[in-house]
């Protein structure tokens, strides 16, 4: 047939890769928080989950999610003990739309939550985090067609829930000023090797030192050096499961200098040594 029209298929948002996969409860265990450069999806099976969120003290009931965002700082409550059983799946997504996920509580109907579900079981199935390196990977002999259907599962709740809602589009000040944290976050990322205070990274990023933590409180919850060290944290994690490096050229790679003062950093903020992370599964 002449001047046939074919239709375009467009992608609203995709799932680029999955990071991690848990599931657990909660009691007993206690966090001094985290920050990630990628997404994570709780979802909670049973009980309440209690969480801290930019400051903010956040109740996610049974059989709700919460997604959240990349550079979210997030911790136990420290008040309530922790009671909830949990799904957790970490993911990486470029897609701008993923955007309205941002730390957001999720009611899925049960339809989705049942889909949801079955992502997790299937996943759970086909993927293993392989022993002292992190990370996930997929089982042997599991397929490349049998990968796509567990991402196109999430991506089909994720799509799900991104229909429910009204989309919102962010006000121009929030846009603004989501612009201006990743800017800050690209550029701590791109020298963490460097000396840097709150003023040099102020002027760096052309605001004000006031501005520049009240971004930082905003979107992460810390200051911008507690940031700092979480993304230097983040970094020397990855060296240490996934290079060969010496702690001491890890230290140095990611700012922190000395190994002593990695070392007791590290310690402060994982409860482990390097070391000790080092050897754990």
Request: charged share 20%; hydrophobic share 35%; proline share 4%.
């Amino acid at each position: 047939m002449k001047n046939k029209q074919n239709m375009p298929l467009s992608t609203v948002l995709s799932v680029d890769t999955l990071n991690s996969l848990h599931h657990f409860n909660l009691a007993g265990k206690q966090s001094k928080g985290e920050l990630h450069d990628f997404y994570e999806l709780v979802y909670v099976e049973e009980g309440f989950y209690y969480v801290i969120l930019d400051g903010e003290r956040i109740v996610v009931p049974p059989s709700s999610c919460i997604v959240f965002a990349p550079n979210a700082f997030h911790s136990d409550d420290g008040i309530v003990k922790a009671t909830a059983t949990v799904r957790i799946v970490s993911f990486e997504s470029a897609s701008p739309e993923m955007h309205y996920f941002d730390n957001r509580i999720l009611t899925p109907s049960t339809t989705d939550l049942a889909g949801l579900i079955d992502f997790f079981t299937e996943c759970e199935q086909l993927c293993v985090h392989p022993p002292q390196q992190g990370g996930l990977c997929a089982r042997d002999g599991v397929c490349a067609h049998q990968l796509q259907k567990i991402k196109s599962k999430l991506e089909l709740f994720l799509l799900s829930q991104y229909q429910a809602n009204d989309i919102k589009p962010l006000s121009h000040r929030k846009q603004y000023r989501k612009a201006c944290f990743a800017e800050i976050s690209s550029y701590l990322k791109a020298h963490l090797q460097e000396s840097i205070t709150c003023a040099s990274l102020a002027a760096a990023c052309g605001l004000s030192e006031s501005v520049l933590k009240s971004l930082c409180r905003e979107f992460c919850g810390c200051g911008p050096i507690d940031y700092l060290i979480s993304l230097r944290l983040n970094a020397a994690k990855r060296l240490i499961r996934q290079s060969s490096m010496s702690f001491t050229e890890i230290a140095t790679a990611t700012g922190f200098g000395s190994l002593h003062y990695f070392s007791r950093t590290f310690k402060a903020h994982t409860g482990k040594t390097p070391t000790a992370y080092a050897k754990a599964p």
